[in-house]
């Protein structure tokens, strides 16, 4: 690429292609030349190759780069197509190069040039050409030496929950697309991280029109994924014919197009974490085949969530148990195996290694030597790792210490689909237990940063308490915000977690000594120097203090203005939209930042530039954070126009907006379900992007970081 600006080089790029139309090339090198012309704007390669004629009709070839790049470039092109086979000797050259080239790159600033004289025979000139295509090749295929070290693949899958979380749509696509890139999972698991993202935000057609979603209820999955692709079947088959009580269009329907997909789901053990559509979908599958007593047992038990299917399941007979066999040692050992095999389940895992415990080592001998138990009892003991795996948080938490627990975020991943704390918060005891297993790891450095590292997992386990934030657990979030404070995972990029954490605290509500404490906990966290990077998170956990009600209003002042402080000498690197979320923090609290106004840093800003001219609807049910998000927007230029909208469900207003708008920004935290829906209806493939919390930080941070992924030049999300 020539320069350093990506912006520059494409420009540059462009108008040497269209200067190369009037050239005339020798026959046969036209599509080696166009190779060559693509180096002009490639990320990958020090400098340009370009085609050029000279004034008699011969072919040459420009090289052109920046002095640093030369000294990478030109070793690589001596070796390549050095004297044997063109004139390149290795120095610079300005006399064959024509003075409109030089005019063209001169932007750029000063850059060193060689000619590069080709034979002027077919055979020799194609030789050379080839020999300047595998160089740039070989720059394409060569490392980067400034790349960060590879992360493990534990902690992107980490970062991808962190990511649903808070509802970062975006960054968590990211997260995955970064996943299938790379290779780090198979097609199965990249599948059921997409029905993860897809189901996080209610799309449950998008799931049930996944290629291969057919496949995806046969093959071995974990039990969340089981209750999802359950869910996406209901709601994109029955739900409208369940809700208008049309008995017969729903038991149509589920014959017809739904059991034979989920029939093969519908095992025992049925999944804890079925939803309202699996335990309908487990009645009416009771209904096709009444003697199946797991489903009869599964589906009175929730005869809550069952409507109409409930009088017609309770007059099911129960079957006679008499003649029920009570499996021997063996025979239970494998079964549980073999379940083991079928899904990929943590307790299922554990019940297996159970039931293997209780066999004697002839029994055991005799279990591994036949197929497939063969098989799968060598996949059970890779996967634990061990002769046990925990069951519970507090197991999880008192293993974390050991340096053999090798796998301690790949089972805390599965534990957050498998261990309800919901269920804990009702027993005074459990949160007692599960409190003093996180203080014991904080003592331990391995175990606090295990802890850390699996902080998405342990939020997601909490947020599926249908009473979240629940004041019972209120210790508990207290206790995970301070062992992320003071552990040493504290600084990397796992932050929106924690801001659940201390929004959950907030809305509970605290003493003004447990005020505090949450304070020094998120003063904390933040830093002594954080970065740009960390600004739009930084600024959202100000607003939610501002949000909520200061038992300590001095406490409060200090950690904003100890935030604004560290925010100053930052103000030079901040974008257009940053600036913006700070100022209207800052002037709360008195605070001037020196800061250019921002029409007069617009042409300065690439991404105000792209904003310019855009139609931008944002949907929040926090009008002030709206309000708040339009102006500083048309703060930036008085084209861009923004419109708000709160509206509970669908009217023609929202209507004309999700049709006519440029981008639609949801606040996931502050929206109408039957909203986002109706929105999602009328905008068919046209952008949405979804705001993480309440607060005009998160609104601008969604809009920054939709644009900086699609405009060439501008950072990835943060």
Avoid at 359 to 365: F, N
Avoid at 528 to 539: A, D, K, N, Q, S
Wanted: overall charge negative.
């Amino acid at each position: 690429m020539i320069g350093a600006n990506p912006e520059t080089a494409k420009t540059i790029a462009s108008q040497l292609r269209a200067r190369s139309k009037a050239f005339t090339f020798p026959e046969g090198t036209e599509t080696l030349c166009k190779q060559l012309l693509e180096t002009v704007d490639s990320a990958t390669f020090p400098g340009a190759l370009v085609p050029e004629q000279s004034s008699d009709g011969e072919l040459l070839v420009v090289a052109i780069a920046l002095p640093s790049d030369w000294r990478r470039l030109c070793p690589v092109l001596r070796a390549f197509a050095g004297p044997t086979l063109t004139s390149f000797d290795g120095l610079p050259s300005t006399d064959l190069v024509v003075g409109d080239l030089l005019a063209a790159v001169a932007q750029v600033g000063h850059c060193v040039t060689a000619a590069i004289k080709v034979p002027t025979d077919p055979g020799g000139r194609e030789m050379a050409l080839r020999a300047l295509v595998r160089a740039r090749d070989t720059f394409a295929r060569a490392p980067s030496l400034t790349r960060a070290a590879p992360e493990p693949t534990s902690w992107l899958l980490a970062r991808f929950q962190d990511h649903l979380n808070v509802g970062r749509r975006d960054a968590a696509a990211a997260v995955l697309h970064r996943l299938r890139d790379e290779l780090r999972l198979d097609a199965l698991n990249l599948r059921s991280l997409e029905v993860q993202l897809l189901s996080t935000f209610n799309e449950w057609a998008g799931i049930v029109n996944l290629p291969g979603f057919a496949n995806l209820t046969r093959a071995r999955r974990t039990p969340f994924t089981t209750a999802l692709l359950l869910e996406a079947l209901y709601q994109a088959y029955l739900a409208a014919a369940f809700e208008a009580a049309d008995q017969v269009a729903v038991e149509t329907a589920y014959a017809q197009q739904v059991r034979v997909l989920a029939a093969p789901m519908l095992k025992t053990p049925l999944p804890a974490s079925l939803r309202t559509g699996g335990w309908r979908l487990a009645a009416l599958e009771l209904l096709c085949s009444p003697a199946r007593e797991d489903l009869r047992k599964g589906a009175a038990a929730r005869s809550d969530v069952l409507g109409w299917l409930a009088p017609r399941v309770s007059a099911i007979g129960r079957p006679d148990e008499s003649s029920a066999l009570r499996l021997n040692t063996t025979d239970e050992a494998r079964e549980r195996v073999i379940a083991g095999e079928d899904r990929e389940s943590i307790d299922a895992m554990s019940a297996a290694l159970a039931a293997l415990a209780r066999l004697d080592d002839t029994q055991r001998a005799k279990l591994a030597r036949a197929e497939p138990f063969r098989s799968a009892l060598r996949a059970l003991e890779q996967e634990a790792g061990s002769s046990s795996v925990p069951n519970s948080w507090p197991m999880w938490l008192a293993r974390a210490s050991d340096p053999m627990f090798t796998n301690a975020l790949a089972l805390a991943r599965m534990g957050a689909e498998e261990w309800p704390i919901a269920d804990d918060a009702t027993d005074p005891v459990r949160v007692a237990s599960l409190l003093d297993a996180l203080n014991t790891a904080q003592s331990d450095s391995l175990a606090a940063e295990r802890t850390a590292q699996a902080l998405p997992y342990i939020v997601a386990a909490l947020r599926l308490d249908p009473h979240f934030p629940n004041s019972a657990m209120a210790p508990v979030y207290s206790s995970l915000l301070t062992l992320l404070a003071l552990g040493s995972a504290r600084g990397s990029s796992v932050y929106d977690s924690s801001l659940v954490l201390v929004e959950a605290l907030l809305s509970i509500g605290t003493d003004a000594a447990q005020y505090r404490e949450l304070t020094a906990d998120v003063d904390e966290l933040a830093g002594e120097g954080f970065g740009v990077r960390m600004i739009y998170w930084t600024l959202e956990l100000m607003e939610a203090f501002m949000r909520s009600p200061a038992p300590d209003t001095a406490a409060r002042e200090k950690l904003m203005h100890s935030v604004l402080a560290r925010l100053t000498p930052l103000r030079g690197r901040l974008s257009c939209l940053q600036r913006a979320a700070v100022h209207s923090l800052s002037t709360e609290f008195g605070w001037t930042f020196d800061l250019p106004p921002a029409k007069q840093d617009m042409s300065s800003d690439g991404l105000a530039s792209h904003l310019r001219g855009k139609s931008i609807a944002i949907y929040s049910l926090v009008d002030g954070a709206s309000r708040q998000a339009k102006a500083a927007l048309q703060a930036l230029s008085d084209d861009i126009d923004v419109q708000c909208s709160s509206d509970h469900g669908g009217t023609s207003q929202l209507r004309a907006l999700a049709i006519n708008s440029d981008l639609f920004v949801i606040a996931w935290a502050a929206a109408k379900h039957a909203s986002t829906e109706f929105i999602r209806a009328h905008r068919s493939d046209r952008p949405i992007v979804y705001a993480e919390g309440k607060g005009v930080s998160s609104l601008l941070r969604a809009i920054e970081e939709y644009f900086a992924v699609r405009v060439d030049g501008l950072k990835q999300p943060r």
